[in-house]
């Protein structure tokens, strides 16, 4: 089991640029979520999935998109890349939707926007 | 404005010595998790509790979850370096999939 895995791990932007990050797990998760961390902020919750075919905002929302074709991935796009979109982007999954539930996480993608 | 709140901030102590970390809300939640995240790592699942009073233990660490399902504690009984890292909370906010996080405390143990 490889787990969450995330690609790529580092990557710098220009503003206005946009790009997707990648996410998938292969423990077979209903529940996925992208969270982003920036210095004393904790994470914050962009957006996530109960299921295939399922997406839901979270705190964040504002410049990301996200879809859930399939169970195993869910990919984050950038719309139009903004320096305050600068921080550590991790994915997680867990066995089902609910809160009690342990997060898995992947090890992040470190973004930087110019 | 944060849901979960965290305190302190940052600690820093000796080995050896014993800490209280804390996670304050004004909304009542179903459950609560605590995880550990490492430099250049995701987060790791440390606990979760699920009933008011509940208290468990795992090895030096002992977490509280309070009666009223609004705060929890995280106790570390003899620190040791390998405590160091940053502790967050987590809970499940407005409804049970959206999981969210407190600020965080650093912790870091002094040899």
């Known amino acids: 089991n490889a787990g969450v895995t995330q690609t790529p791990k580092f990557q710098v932007l220009k503003t206005g640029q946009s790009m997707t990050l990648q996410c998938a797990q292969d423990?077979?998760?209903?529940?996925m979520s992208w969270y982003r961390q920036d210095p004393g902020m904790g994470l914050r919750l962009i957006h996530y999935?109960?299921?295939?075919?399922?997406?839901d905002q979270g705190e964040v929302p504002n410049g990301y998109n996200v879809s859930r074709s399939t169970t195993e991935d869910f990919p984050l796009r950038l719309l139009s890349a903004a320096p305050s979109q600068t921080s550590v982007y991790f994915c997680a999954s867990s066995y089902s939707y609910r809160g009690d539930n342990e997060q898995f996480f992947g090890p992040g993608t470190r973004l930087t926007v110019l | 404005t944060q849901l979960l709140e965290q305190s302190p901030q940052f600690l820093s102590i000796q080995e050896g010595e014993n800490l209280t970390v804390y996670c304050n809300s004004s909304?009542?939640?179903?459950?609560l998790q605590w995880y550990r995240q490492e430099p250049g790592e995701g987060p790791v699942l440390l606990v979760t509790v699920v009933t008011g009073g509940e208290v468990k233990k795992l090895k030096r660490l002992t977490f509280q979850f309070g009666d009223a399902r609004k705060d929890s504690s995280l106790h570390i009984t003899a620190a040791q370096p390998g405590d160091t890292g940053l502790y967050l909370c987590?809970?499940?906010?407005?409804?049970?999939?959206?999981?969210?996080f407190g600020s965080g405390t650093r912790l870091s143990i002094r040899p």
């Open positions: 423990m077979n998760h209903e529940y």
């Open positions: 999935s109960v299921g295939a075919g399922i997406t």
């Open positions: 909304s009542v939640f179903s459950s």
């Open positions: 987590a809970a499940p906010y407005s409804s049970a999939s959206k999981i969210i």
